[in-house]
Each structure stands twice: as C-alpha cells, then as structure tokens.
C-alpha cells in the first residue's frame, strides 16, 4: 500500500512508521513526506532514507481549500492509498477529507475527546489530570473529532513538567500508530456508523 505521511515538526513518528516499514512490522510503503513548512525536521529525515520530500508552501495558495487540493493532486499522482498525519498542524478542507474518507489518520497526544487541538500534553498539566495519553483516529472536518481507532493511556505524576510528560506518551505513540496503521492495511477496521471496530484477532 501507498502510504504518505504529512508533517510539520520534527517527524518522531514518522521515523516510527519508517522504521516499521524497514522492519515489515507495516506492508506498506511510504511514498512521500509533505510538510508545510521547509525547515521540518520530518523532510530531512524522508531525505536520509531516500523517500520523496515535498515543501509546499501554504502562502502560495489562496486558501485552504486552494492549499489541500494541491496536496489531494500530489497524493492521487502517487497513488496514495492512506494518508498519516504525523505532527500536521493544519485543519484539512472537506475537500481533502471526502477525497480520502476513512483513509486519513491523525495521532493526538491526549485521550480524546479530552484537550483536543494544540498543545494537548499543556492542557493535560493545566488540568492536573491523573492519566493522561495518546488517541489515534481518523480524520473527519472537526478539530480532533473523527472515529478513535487505538487509545492508550499514560500515568501523569506531579513531578511532571511538559517535556517528561511528553516524552512518555511519544514513547506510546511511536508503538501506537505503527500498528493502527497495520490494522487498516490488513483489514482489521471496520466502520460501524461513527464507531472504528477493531479486529484484533
Ligand atoms: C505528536 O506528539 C502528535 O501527537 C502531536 O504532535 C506531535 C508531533 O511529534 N500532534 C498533535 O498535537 C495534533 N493535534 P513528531 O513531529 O515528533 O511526530
């Protein structure tokens, strides 16, 4: 399967999906990196391995919805099959989501429907929740709102600052969205209604 991955940071958990891709712990293969910004660490990263980076820069389209129809055009040239967002931080137009229904992922750090949008593990703190951790889902108009595919959860603990909180749901993350990505490429989601059932068997 044709899988692209869309990035704005750093690309942890891209390196995750790549390395579950050179491990075969994923049949897939990524075809692309896009990012829309041109100094994300994620483009260097596709770059080391060989896989295709594209920058495309959101200030030369006139819109969102002018912006995602490039990336819909650059991914249907690819045949992508599964888009991931991986640290994407941008709202998709319908456009982009009616395009690949069911097949955009998203991984947040928080267990949804709790502190959606940005900086979930600051508003996990601020909140001073016990148990915190990461949601993988798919991608529907909302902020942080479509079908929960894999969640898991994480302690927090009043030592916690930001950082260690973070890295300990990454470590989750980097584990989670390989294997959410797997379970679609077998077959093993199926919608029911807004619900994602999984067939762990
Ligand atoms: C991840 O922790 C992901 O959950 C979060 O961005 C980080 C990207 O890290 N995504 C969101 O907050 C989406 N609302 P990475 O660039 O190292 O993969």
């Known amino acids: 399967?044709?899988?692209?991955?869309?990035?704005?940071?750093?690309?942890?958990?891209?390196?995750?999906?790549?390395?579950?891709?050179?491990?075969?712990?994923?049949?897939?293969?990524?075809?692309?990196?896009?990012?829309?910004?041109?100094?994300?660490?994620?483009?260097?990263?596709?770059?080391?391995?060989?896989?295709?980076?594209l920058f495309i820069d959101p200030s030369l389209f006139s819109g969102r919805e002018a912006y995602d129809r490039e990336i819909v055009s650059q991914l249907q040239r690819r045949e992508v099959e599964l888009v991931i967002l991986a640290g994407f931080m941008r709202l998709l137009s319908s456009h982009f989501v009616k395009e690949f229904k069911y097949r955009i992922m998203n991984i947040h750090p928080s267990l949804l429907p709790a502190f959606p949008g940005l900086d979930g593990v600051k508003q996990a703190l601020a909140y001073s929740v016990k148990v915190s951790g990461c949601t993988v889902h798919f991608v529907d108009e909302g902020l942080d709102t479509g079908p929960i595919i894999l969640q898991e959860a994480v302690n927090v603990y009043d030592s916690d600052t930001e950082d260690s909180l973070l890295l300990r749901i990454h470590t989750v993350e980097h584990r989670l969205y390989p294997r959410a990505v797997q379970l679609l490429i077998k077959g093993k989601l199926k919608m029911d209604g807004r619900r994602c059932l999984v067939d762990e068997s």
């Open 1 to 53: 399967m044709h899988l692209a991955v869309l990035a704005s940071g750093y690309g942890s958990n891209l390196q995750a999906i790549i390395n579950a891709v050179q491990s075969r712990e994923i049949d897939g293969r990524v075809v692309v990196v896009i990012s829309d910004q041109s100094d994300a660490f994620a483009l260097q990263r596709a770059r080391n391995k060989g896989i295709e980076a």
